[in-house]
């Protein structure tokens, strides 16, 4: 890509050379067949030998729901698993590199940028990123300068994109704005996956004329599209008809209806050309009515015979058009003179910032995502606070005596669980950003280690330890527990370790779903059998020994134990009674009743359980990082 440069026009407009892409004997399938499937179920094809070019200018890939669109933009830009794939793209006569997904821009179907963020702000993200770090600080600022210019952004660049609670810029902004991201890079070939998804007709068409203006200035814009209106179809230099995975039309977009005409098919004159291309597709055109009513007397399946047979139709008179001979040649040229380099199935992510450079970035703006979202950051905070008065209200200035030991017990159980349940929240960060992170870890900006510290330590610090804190100062004393500031520190620092230790549980079961319902059903069950085994709803001595071992999994137990040995401990709850009256197995001593619970409040008996709950945070987070680095990253 080296070889692509960029020449300025004394108007101050940029003339980009586009790459040409050139794809020859294309073939994908996936397999159907399950892990528990006995009978052996043929691959399905999904793309069947797609071969053409596509050349600087707007290059538009259509057809009707299934027809293999997607799939067909994601091979070309290299983000297709290269199981089940077979032929070759060429860039310029030169195979993919490995990295190309990072060299080229990608544009997904939905919005994958940061919402809290101003368009500025996510321009200046990817610019900090992507750009190598030989350019400087003040060239990169240039460039998001210029790009918000370009795409006519100067009126809403210091506005946020806009959340569901956030109130942000409209939808073609929010196009545009995914648009700018990819274009920072200067990329050889823009690729854009249905760019009109969600957007009014005029919106939709002003984003398709930003589109041509770019590709008339030389830059290679290859796109999937449904059912555009006429003046988008009018902007399209070449076009690329697909039917069940199979070409039907690869040449001039303006072409293309004399085309249709000259094997039969003839579009009525105030027709939508796009309209009728999906209904010859379909095989339901007017231009079709002789085949289409005889097919009405009959079945279903002579209804799919007729539809078949005109795909096939359609196949074989584009094999054999002017269009193909003329494709045909010109790949074989292509080839001719290829490059002689080893084509390279793999799919490699380079980056051109070091992992200090991602992990500032990165961090800086997960922090600011979470301060300018209140639902995460403040409701949180407010919610513990009004949990810790809630319960240091009814167990408020607990007494020396065996309702105080009850009360005691139950508060601190209360406290635990409470911890653990918080936690829950735990479970949308990684869902949430889901299809962020993959299209941005997939081009290139950060690395997953850089990635995986910024969440963590973001909602660590903000979302588990302000939190902790706040309860614990709030509650303790509220409480009336034993006050001394060794205990206290103690308390604070053990309930901060089970809300990490949950933390992480909660990450490592919902780092590889895409439901927060979901994880949040399998974190509730695995609560529900963690509180059992917390040594307060169950007696943990009588315990069968076949079942026994399952206390070895309770983050509550090891919470409950630590801060049941550093309350109970030194406490004397018969105040007041005749010694020789009280009825024998009754615990007087905090030690007696420590016994009786089964904890050891030993020295080590204490620091044990923040051992293993360390282990177990950890062991949950070293899982997290495994989902998330085997994660599927290509369709």
């Known amino acids: 890509m080296s070889h692509i440069q960029m020449e300025t026009r004394s108007n101050g407009a940029s003339k980009q050379h586009g790459a040409t892409v050139s794809f020859h ?145 409209s939808g073609g902004e929010r196009k545009r704005t995914n648009i700018g991201m990819e274009l920072i890079i200067d990329p050889p070939v823009l690729f854009l996956d249905e760019p009109t998804t969600g957007l009014d007709a005029s919106t939709a068409n002003s984003v398709l004329l930003l589109l041509k203006r770019m590709g008339n200035h030389g830059r290679t814009i290859i796109l999937s599209i449904h059912q555009p209106r006429y003046s988008i179809y009018r902007l399209f230099d070449s076009l690329t008809l697909l039917v069940t995975g199979k070409q039907v039309y690869h040449g001039p977009a303006q072409s293309a209806l004399e085309y249709f005409s000259d094997i039969g098919y003839t579009c009525e004159p105030h027709n939508n050309p796009a309209d009728f291309f999906l209904d010859v597709i379909n095989g339901d055109a007017t231009a079709a009515a002789a085949i289409s009513s005889s097919v009405d007397k009959e079945d279903s399946d002579s209804v799919s015979k007729s539809r078949q047979s005109i795909e096939d139709k359609l196949v074989e008179e584009y094999r054999s058009c002017s269009y193909a001979r003329e494709t045909r040649a010109e790949l074989e040229s292509i080839v001719q003179g290829k490059q002689r380099t080893p084509a390279s199935r793999s799919r490699t992510i380079t980056y051109n910032t070091g992992f200090l450079t991602q992990f500032r970035w990165v961090l800086k703006r997960t922090f600011r995502n979470l301060l300018l979202n209140p639902q995460t950051s403040v409701a949180q905070i407010a919610v513990t606070l009004f949990l810790a008065l809630i319960v240091g209200a009814i167990f408020f200035d607990v007494q020396e005596d065996q309702s105080g030991m009850q009360n005691r017990i139950g508060a601190l159980f209360f406290i635990i669980i409470n911890q653990c349940f918080s936690s829950l929240s735990a479970a949308e960060l990684f869902i949430s950003e889901r299809k962020l992170f993959i299209h941005e870890y997939t081009s290139g900006y950060y690395r997953l280690s850089v990635y995986f510290l910024s969440k963590l330590l973001s909602d660590i610090l903000t979302l588990r330890t302000l939190p902790a804190i706040v309860f614990s100062c709030v509650a303790y004393f509220l409480i009336g527990l034993k006050p001394t500031p060794e205990a206290f520190f103690f308390f604070m620092f053990t309930v901060m370790l089970v809300a990490y230790t949950a933390t992480s549980m909660a990450l490592a079961i919902s780092a590889d779903q895409t439901v927060v319902a979901i994880a949040n059903i399998f974190m509730t069950i695995a609560f529900v059998f963690m509180m059992i085994f917390a040594g307060l709803l169950v007696n943990l001595p009588s315990i069968s020994s076949w079942l026994a071992w399952l206390k070895y999994l309770s983050i509550p137990r090891y919470g409950l134990s630590a801060l049941q040995a550093n309350e109970f401990t030194g406490l004397y709850f018969c105040h007041g009674r005749n010694e020789s009256l009280i009825p024998p197995g009754l615990a007087c001593t905090g030690e007696q009743f420590l016994e009786q619970q089964g904890v050891d409040f030993s020295t080590w008996g204490l620091w044990q359980n923040h051992l293993a709950l360390g282990v177990m945070t950890i062991s949950f987070l070293t899982i997290t990082y495994l989902k998330l680095f085997f994660i599927k990253k290509f369709s």
């Open 25 to 169: 004997q294309i073939h994908y399938k996936v397999s159907q067949g399950g892990c528990f499937c006995r009978k052996k179920v043929p691959d399905k094809e999904i793309l069947i030998d797609l071969n053409g070019i596509m050349k600087p200018g707007l290059n538009a890939i259509m057809g009707a729901t299934g027809s293999g669109k997607s799939s067909f933009l994601d091979v070309l830009a290299a983000r297709k698993d290269p199981c089940g794939l077979s032929g070759e793209v060429l860039i310029d006569g030169a195979p993919q590199p490995p990295n190309f997904k990072c060299l080229s821009g990608y544009v997904v179907q939905d919005d994958v940028v940061m919402g809290t963020l101003t368009v500025r702000e996510n321009f200046t993200f990817s610019a900090a990123l992507r750009l190598p770090t030989s350019v400087s600080a003040s060239d990169k600022e240039q460039k998001v300068n210029r790009v918000i210019q370009e795409l006519g952004l100067s009126r809403v660049a210091d506005s946020k994109v806009g959340t569901q609670l956030i109130r942000g810029i």
